[in-house]
């Protein structure tokens, strides 16, 4: 057996050698097909990739508790607008929940920021402690905020690279300078590493830091003091954050006093959430692509069934001859499904070297993240041989049972 | 001893739409181990129907046809193909060589379906080249082949096998007769040097002039059949 199969696959070979416009023709249903596979999941696993290490960039297992709405004279001030977040709400969280490694909270104001004769406006964040860590912030240079700062609400601001590119000549050192934040002056003690884009194209770096006291004091100000404009909290292990954000909702509800049949006064949202709705998007088109796929398959599939009965048909005299000789039904069959399965295997490795070239050419031309993987290359490679052995089924028995008398005599 | 084919009362019945045709209408036959013997008769006479089921590519609506003791008439299709490799070669009158493969490997195909290791395929297949006069032909593909040279690979694939029986359909109908003599004589040759049975199946009185035995099938049966000696046959000569 070994020696037959290795005859007939180099004979296959070789046949296909022979008619190779004919066979390049017959297989590019396959080509296509596989080629719109390995694309489609090399996008698809870029695109996913993408949006996890944006998701990445707030921090990790970040767990963010925003306010609710509020709702003055018939005006419903949407989410976030409301001031029953508070300080004391965050103290209380980090004592009750021990499975919260930190938690940190801030409010934001979009101001003008001044240095020299230049300004930009940026979101300007008072932050308490532990923020900066909750969301994986790192120093480019110069040193955090001290325990001293926060208490004095001194004036020192940490800046993000944008804010750097904007309001600095190139080359020159922000740290030790003194930028004005609503005409009061902070001296920037340090820069941040830039994160990029968030996971909803914002420039987390177009950003200054500055005390939470500091800026509920002297800069942004509130109407109600200790309210803040976000709570954050991070786990140890993202497994644990379902169970966290519940313990949370508890005990904010019980501090805030809700009977059972209210709803929630805040709103609590994770990475996971977050990440979720950004990869939903890319499944709706990674389900067209697979359509596409199935059906080039399909067509590509029933090319070479075509192809293999004209085959069977122009060669059935040497199939009446092979039987003469002693070739029995599961040589015939065999033969003609190793033809089949070879055409298809031919235009499976075209179809990845395809595939894997237009991955590659969308990420030069169109920009698009894409990543090729070994099992989508292995999973092409075995579906274009099944699609060859089933779309090669029916010929091959055909051929199988040819009359010897009646395949011989065939001109 | 006992022969090598015995046909008894062998029917062929072939419907085509409303119409029966009897290709074979009650043939008795014995042939024994080392004859040299040709059947003629004119086409639609039914000497090809009967060299089909001598050659077990086909079987009798009706009678027994033993082969080497074995009551072929009772085997399923594979179990054909397996006599078929094992005992009988063939030889066609169009030479039937596959194309585009080489001579070589075209006289393997026997024992490829026997499942013989590659290299003895190899071995075999070169040596029953040699044998028929075509050693250093192996790489050749049929069609940089003569006719003379294509039937001689067409031979060598049939005796690779070491078959009991050589069955040669027309062995000259498509040959000048300088190859049709060549040919005639390496079957002749095989037959007295090595005992192999040789039947050759021919409408022509010089090409069965070369056999010993002369089978005639008309409508269907046998209606002569005659031993011929050397001296008559070489007189026609």
């Known amino acids: 057996m070994g020696a037959f199969l290795f005859l007939t696959i180099t004979t296959a070979f070789r046949i296909l050698g022979r008619n190779r416009m004919r066979a390049g023709l017959t297989v590019l249903g396959i080509v296509i097909g596989v080629a719109a596979v390995i694309a489609m999941v090399s996008i698809g696993q870029g695109a996913k990739a993408a949006v996890r290490s944006a998701v990445a960039t707030m921090g990790t297992n970040v767990i963010i508790i925003l306010p609710g709405a509020t709702t003055t004279g018939g005006v419903r001030g949407g989410q976030g607008s409301a001031l029953n977040l508070m300080v004391a709400d965050a103290q209380d969280l980090k004592k009750k929940i021990p499975l919260l490694v930190d938690t940190g909270w801030g409010k934001r104001d979009v101001m003008q920021v001044v240095y020299g004769n230049r300004n930009w406006n940026a979101p300007v964040n008072g932050i308490s402690p532990g923020y900066l860590t909750i969301r994986d912030w790192s120093y480019a240079s110069g040193v955090p905020f001290t325990q001293t700062d926060m208490d004095m609400a001194a004036r020192v601001a940490l800046v993000g690279q944008t804010v750097v590119d904007n309001l600095f000549e190139p080359g020159e050192e922000p740290v030790g300078a003194t930028i004005r934040l609503k005409n009061v002056p902070f001296t920037v003690i340090g820069v941040l590493a830039p994160k990029g884009q968030s996971s909803q194209g914002s420039d987390q770096d177009d950003v200054v ?78 389900v067209m692509l697979f359509a596409i796929a199935s059906i080039s398959l399909l067509v590509g599939g029933i090319g070479i069934m075509n192809i293999l009965l004209v085959s069977v048909t122009e060669r059935t005299k040497e199939i009446g001859v092979r039987m003469a000789v002693g070739a029995k039904r599961k040589h015939i069959l065999l033969q003609f499904l190793i033809e089949a399965m070879s055409l298809s295997l031919f235009g499976g490795l075209l179809g990845i070297v395809l595939g894997v070239f237009s991955a590659r050419a969308t990420t030069v031309i169109a920009g698009w993240p894409t990543i090729i993987s070994l099992e989508s290359i292995v999973a092409a490679f075995v579906f274009s041989l099944v699609v060859g052995l089933f779309f090669g089924l029916y010929p091959a028995n055909k051929a199988s049972r040819l009359n010897p008398i009646d395949a011989l005599r065939y001109e | 001893m006992d022969s090598l084919i015995e046909c008894r009362d062998i029917w062929k019945v072939y419907r085509l739409g409303d119409v029966q045709v009897q290709a074979l209408r009650g043939v008795s036959l014995d ?67 596959i194309p585009r493969t080489s001579a070589l490997e075209n006289v393997q195909l026997p024992l ?29 593909y049929p069609a940089q082949l003569s006719g003379g040279q294509q039937q001689r690979v067409a031979i060598a694939r049939a005796l690779v096998s070491t078959p009991s029986l050589l069955l040669a359909d027309e062995p000259t109908g ?60 070489d007189v026609r000569r």
């Open chain 1, 209 to 286: 830091f500055i005390p939470f006291t500091t800026a509920e004091r002297k800069v942004v100000g509130t109407q109600f003091l200790g309210s803040v404009g976000a709570l954050f909290a991070s786990t140890e292990r993202t497994e644990d954050l379902p169970q966290a954000v519940e313990a949370i909702r508890e005990v904010l509800r019980s501090r805030h006093r809700l009977q059972l049949e209210k709803a929630d006064d805040f709103t609590i949202r994770t990475q996971i959430d977050i990440a979720k709705v950004q990869e939903g998007t890319g499944q709706t088109l990674t």
């Open chain 2, 31 to 97: 042939i024994q181990r080392g004859e040299f013997m040709s059947i003629m008769g004119a086409s639609g006479s039914g000497k090809s129907t009967l060299m089909n089921i001598i050659g077990c590519l086909d079987s009798p609506t009706s009678g027994t046809y033993r082969l080497n003791g074995l009551d072929v008439g009772s085997l399923g299709s594979d179990a054909l193909a397996e006599v078929r490799n094992r005992q009988i070669g063939f030889i066609f009158q169009n030479f039937n060589l």
């Open chain 2, 112 to 140: 490829f379906y026997r499942g013989l290791p590659l290299r003895e395929q190899r071995a075999r297949a070169a040596e029953a080249l040699a044998r028929i006069g075509l050693d250093g032909r192996g790489h050749h």
């Open chain 2, 174 to 233: 498509n040959l000048d007769t300088e190859s049709s003599r060549e040919i005639m004589t390496v079957l002749k040759g095989l037959n007295r040097d090595e005992g192999i049975t040789v039947i050759v199946v021919t409408h022509e009185a010089d090409i069965a002039a070369y056999t010993s035995r002369e089978i005639i099938v008309k409508d269907g049966q046998v209606v002569a059949d005659r031993a011929r000696t050397r001296e008559t046959s």
